[in-house]
């Protein structure tokens, strides 16, 4: 009793310690996206030494960078800091021919993440040339008094671009003059702070994606961002600022034909993911493995959840299962193979297994070479299902692959001796009671509350355990116990 | 629907025994690990049981490696009947029953004949662990065969009915008459379809019988009358299940007992985790009989007071009605209630 006690004291109060001190989430709802972003540069090296300078993105709000790494094989690779923006630099004395470059970056999507904004620098503005400084005047005379402030002003001067019928003035102006550029060199001219910027939409999934040109201007101590074709960006959680400052996104030294592509994914992950990634005890923690073992102890991690259903359906409900804990391994399989094809495919293999099992009864073969006899079966049986159920263009056939093979052979062996002993309907009752038993835990261990909590608090199974260890004791009626003593009824 | 259930708290109020109470409260309490080899396999039982002098059937060989089955050839040709068991098989399986031997060769209880090879097989299968639960190497028992006593011929139908008694510290608590029926293929579960006849414990009469949870009054397969049973014996029988007790220290027992027409009372079988089916037959908990014995003081009884306390204490005849053995002054009844 006492043991109880410590067990279930111990695991709830370090489960509250973490979360109040690590800040770990209780619950699994908070997600949060993750970017990761790779910018593939590919040129053409000319043989000699060459250099390569990539402009990264600066820190700014929306995005916190969490990771960043490069792959170039046989280059050197530094980071160096250039007119207030970072640059990767790239160098290799020799090189030739068709050359690509990776550098990577993750960045995390938070709405809350703010950086200190870079005071606009006093540019110049640009000194048109007749007949481009009457007509610049003329637009912007027309459109000043028609806007409130650097802001308004911009919006106003985007729309007048993207008119179908331009002003003149305009048109004149945009032969000369990309959009943006023009856009950007009209608001500097009226007198407010702009630039122009090199924006990455953030798209999930997108590969070989370029840069696009924006025009950033200043107001009330913040960079507003002006997409040229369609005016004030309201919405900027999807876009990067890649680039800010004048300079090319990409220098290559030595080499021609060079270009940037971009491609990106989002992923999901939980905020315990990502605070935890900061909280102290990180590196004895399970987050410090690698992503593959992590993946692997989320499944560990819930094989008590499932033991603990078993002893459960066993002590409270009395269910017969063939195997004590098989139904945990077959709910385990169950949360790669999803239920229903799970259970399908389950019993196609148990029942056909049995079938054949029936002729193995004659040949009077010895335990283990029947086991091994059934197990050579089972995985025959699982190969002309995953190639059947694919000719047949069902993908939900080929996760019988997931099924642990031995643990098929051994139930299909003890229901084969039931069969033999107690006969079919005590086959039914234990196979019943078994997918039974596998179905509920793989409920249990299937709602994202317990696979959250089972990993990110692992501490909690101290509490598993001390229900457990509460349930060995347990001296009480079991549910099926009321229905067999029905006679007793009176 | 209702039928079907009954509420814990009237099994709780008629003291109905559980499996997790059992599990819990008597057989980790009252069985230690370490006891439980010696029911597990049956020439041990057969051993120690032989050893302490109770009545068993005669073990007559015992067949532990392959070529050990043709020294016992000449030995078999010489018996007219005999019984062949796994000592660690489970359910009746490859039990083989020989009850004559002439020139055709040997005839098996269901009237087939078999040759000596075919027994030479057998005894090769049970060798190789076909017969016993898990698929383990075994030994082969060979033993003398029971004959039932004409008593029970009218209920028997496909094997010897045998008495199923729970001994509680040495204390008979409870008993039944099993009796295998086509429906349960000839094997002695109640759960399989046998008849369950709960006897009295001070006389050995029947008190009800009972099959798949329900009353019946006669046999299924012979007809025989269920109602008018009293097993022969009893005393004796009695005491032979308690002297379990000191033979293999498990406090909580399930004792098989056959009667022989010749030898009478002899033990089959002993089981660790005896089912619970006995309340059932017996229309009865097993629970307040289990507890009465818990509050007995338990120093240098004899088996005959535990014997004669059980007859006393458990009968539904009053005391007058029974023919005690031992002792009919009650003064050294077995132990005092505190």
Redesign the interface.
């Known amino acids: 009793m006492f043991l109880v006690v410590l067990l279930l004291v111990t695991g709830l109060g370090t489960a509250t310690f973490r979360h109040n001190a690590y800040r770990i989430p209780l619950l699994p709802g908070t997600q949060q996206t993750v970017w990761q972003v790779e910018a593939r540069v590919e040129y053409f090296a000319d043989g000699g030494s060459t250099q390569v300078l990539l402009t990264l993105p600066p820190e700014q709000r929306g995005f916190r960078s969490i990771n960043e790494s490069s792959a170039s094989s046989g280059f050197g690779f530094e980071l160096s800091t250039h007119g207030g923006q970072q640059r990767a630099h790239w160098t290799k004395r020799n090189a030739s021919g068709e050359q690509v470059l990776y550098y990577k970056l993750e960045l995390v999507q938070d709405a809350g993440y703010r950086v200190p904004a870079e005071e606009p620098k006093s540019e110049p503005s640009r000194a048109w040339d007749e007949p481009y400084l009457t007509a610049a005047l003329q637009v912007l005379q027309a459109e000043i008094p028609e806007s409130a402030d650097e802001k308004s002003l911009a919006q106003q001067l985007t729309r007048q671009m993207n008119r179908e019928r331009l002003d003149q003035n305009l048109s004149l102006l945009l032969d000369k003059y990309s959009e943006p550029e023009l856009l950007h060199d009209l608001l500097n001219t009226a007198g407010a702070s702009a630039r122009a910027v090199q924006v990455l939409e953030l798209q999930d999934g997108r590969r070989r994606q370029s840069l696009k040109e924006f025009v950033q201007v200043w107001q009330d101590g913040e960079w507003h961002l002006i997409d040229p074709s369609r005016g004030l960006v309201t919405d900027d959680r999807q876009l990067l600022l890649w680039q800010t400052t004048t300079p090319a996104v990409l220098e290559v030294l030595g080499g021609t034909n060079s270009g940037v592509t971009f491609s990106m994914i989002s992923q999901s992950r939980s905020a315990a993911a990502l605070t935890s990634e900061r909280a102290p005890g990180y590196d004895i923690s399970l987050y410090s493995l690698p992503i593959a073992e992590q993946g692997m102890f989320k499944l560990i991690m819930l094989l008590p959840v499932g033991a603990l259903v078993v002893v459960l359906m066993r002590?409270l409900v009395?269910l017969k299962t063939s195997g004590t804990f098989m139904p945990v391994l077959i709910a385990l399989a169950f949360l790669q193979t999803e239920l229903v094809p799970g259970l399908v495919s389950f019993i196609l293999v148990v029942s056909l297994g049995l079938t054949i099992r029936s002729y193995l009864s004659d040949l009077?073969l010895?335990?283990?070479a029947?086991i091994a006899t059934l197990v050579i079966l089972v995985i025959g049986i699982i190969t002309v299902f995953s190639v059947l159920s694919y000719q047949f263009g069902f993908n939900a056939g080929l996760t019988i692959t997931f099924f642990p093979m031995i643990i098929l052979a051994w139930t299909i062996e003890r229901m084969s001796i039931t069969w033999e002993?107690?006969?079919p309907q005590e086959v039914l009752l234990q196979g019943g009671g078994s997918l039974l038993v596998a179905t509920l835990a793989f409920l249990v261990m299937d709602q994202e509350i317990t696979r959250h909590l089972a990993f990110n608090f692992p501490e909690l199974h101290f509490c598993v355990l001390a229900v457990i260890l509460l349930l060995?004791?347990?001296?009480?009626?079991?549910l099926l116990?009321?229905?067999?003593?029905?006679?007793?009824?009176? | 629907m209702s039928?079907?259930?009954?509420?814990?708290r009237?099994?709780?109020r008629?003291g109905?025994l559980?499996?997790?109470?059992r599990n819990?409260?008597f057989i980790s309490r009252y069985n230690s690990r370490d006891r439980f080899p010696l029911v597990d396999d049956k020439l041990r039982t057969k051993l120690i049981a032989e050893k302490a002098k109770l009545n068993v059937p005669k073990l007559l060989h015992v067949v532990r490696t392959q070529h050990q089955i043709e020294e016992i050839q000449h030995d078999l040709i010489k018996l007219n009947e005999f019984v062949v068991k796994p000592a660690q098989g489970?359910?009746g399986?490859g039990i083989l029953v020989i009850i004559d031997q002439n020139e055709n060769g040997f005839t098996k209880s269901s009237g087939d004949v078999l040759d000596l090879n075919d027994i030479k097989r057998h005894l090769s299968?049970t060798l190789?662990?076909?017969h016993s639960l898990?698929?383990?190497p075994d030994v082969a028992i060979i033993e003398t065969l029971v004959r039932v006593s004409p008593l029970f011929s009218h209920i028997s139908h496909e094997g010897v009915p045998d008495i199923r008694l729970i001994v509680f510290r040495g204390y008979p608590v409870m008993g039944m008459l099993r009796l295998a029926t086509h429906a349960s293929?000839g094997k002695a579960n109640l759960h399989?379809g046998a008849v369950g006849v709960g006897l009295d414990i001070g006389t050995g009469r029947a008190i009800a019988a009972?099959q798949n949870?329900?009353l019946v009054t006669t046999h299924p397969d012979t007809g025989g009358d269920l109602t008018n049973i009293s097993v022969p014996d009893w005393p004796k029988l009695l005491n032979l299940a308690a002297r379990c007790y000191e033979v293999t220290q498990l406090g909580y027992l399930g004792c098989d007992i056959v009667i022989d027409q010749d030898k009478g009372p002899l033990l089959l079988e002993l089981n660790a985790r005896p089912g619970l089916s006995i309340?059932?037959a017996n229309?009865e908990?097993l629970l307040p009989r289990l507890r009465q014995v818990e509050q007995l003081e338990d120093y240098y009884v004899t088996v005959e007071d535990r014997v004669d306390f059980s007859m006393r204490t458990f009968s539904h005849y009053s005391v007058d009605q029974l023919e005690l053995p031992y002792q009919t002054d009650g003064k050294s009844q077995g132990g005092t209630i505190t």
């Not at chain 1, 116990?481 to 009176?490: D, N, W, Y």
Request: charged letters at 25%; aromatic letters at 8%; zero cysteines.
């Open positions: 002590v009395g009077n010895l335990l283990v029947r002993e107690a006969g060995g004791r347990y001296t009480g009626y079991r116990e009321l229905h067999r003593f029905a006679v007793f009824k009176k | 039928r079907e259930w009954v509420s814990p009237t099994l709780h008629l109905i559980g499996m997790n109470q819990v409260d489970s359910g399986k299968n190789s662990g076909l898990g698929g383990k293929d399989q009972v949870n329900k309340q059932i229309d908990g």
